[in-house]
């Protein structure tokens, strides 16, 4: 059976980047990413507001919805301090290994933890299974009909504290309207909006950060 086009990312990466190299493991996946097939990494034009808030943001804690092919894991694990830690959770068995190995290639496997299931089963497990408190940062990048009751979820499990960042990728294109709505509207959250192009392509695209005030 021909390979799946993440097995093919998985190659190029394990074949072209340097391991224990984050960055040239990120470039490797954008290359190829943008010269042969079209991937949904969140790429480096949002990877480089993606960046920003993250080394602001300092976390120790980050949970991130939605691995694919561990892109946008490599680009946040690498800029966190020596205990802090990323939980990922990703569905596809398939996507899961092919991020683990390309993961461990960059050489942030004792940084990053991938769950696999969905999030709506996990969130309610990581304060007692996977000894979470709060979380200081999320990424939002698994289904977009998720963002918003998964937001609601990891507020009633109180895994959201005062400064928690929310930062949800494709709030334009896919687009995730209904979470949108739930965060602009609600007190509770101070949101920004940052304007950027869809992966790979010149089609608009948006990230909103989301800052849970308690
Ligand atoms: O669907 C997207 N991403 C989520 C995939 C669903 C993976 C899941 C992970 C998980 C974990 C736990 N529980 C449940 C789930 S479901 C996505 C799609 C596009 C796109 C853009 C233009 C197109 F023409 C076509 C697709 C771009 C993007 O940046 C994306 O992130
Ligand atoms: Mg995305």
């Known amino acids: 059976m021909d390979q799946s086009k993440e097995q093919r990312i998985l190659n ?4 072209n980047a340097v391991k224990g190299d984050p960055e ?10 943008s010269q042969y097939e079209w991937a949904m990494n969140v790429g480096d034009e949002k990877g480089l507001i993606l960046d920003k808030i993250v080394e602001e943001a300092d976390p120790s804690v980050v949970l991130e919805l939605g691995t694919y092919c561990g892109y946008s894991a490599i680009r946040i694990a690498r800029l966190l ?59 939002l990048d698994h289904w977009k009909e998720r963002y918003a009751p998964d937001t609601v979820l990891l507020e009633e499990c109180g895994l959201l504290r005062k400064g928690s960042i929310l930062l949800a990728d494709n709030v ?21 909006s940052y304007p950027s192009h869809l992966e790979y392509m010149q089609v608009e695209d948006a990230m909103e950060k989301a800052v849970y005030l308690g």
């Not at 040239?24 to 990413?33: F, R």
């Not at 596809?92 to 990053?112: Q, T, Y």
């Open 81 to 139: 301090k020596p205990k802090a830690r990323l939980l990922t959770i990703e569905f596809n068995p398939e996507f899961a290994s092919i991020a683990k190995e390309i993961i461990d290639i960059a050489g942030l496997s004792d940084k990053v933890t991938i769950l696999e299931g969905h999030s709506e089963d996990i969130i309610p497990q990581l304060k007692k299974k996977y000894e979470v408190e709060t979380l200081d940062f999320v990424f």
């Open 172 to 192: 334009v294109f896919p687009g995730a309207p209904e979470f949108l709505k739930y965060v602009r509207n609600n007190q509770r959250f101070e949101c920004t």
């Open 12 to 15: 190029t990466v394990s074949y």
């Open 24 to 33: 040239s493991v990120m470039k490797c996946i954008d290359k190829y990413c």
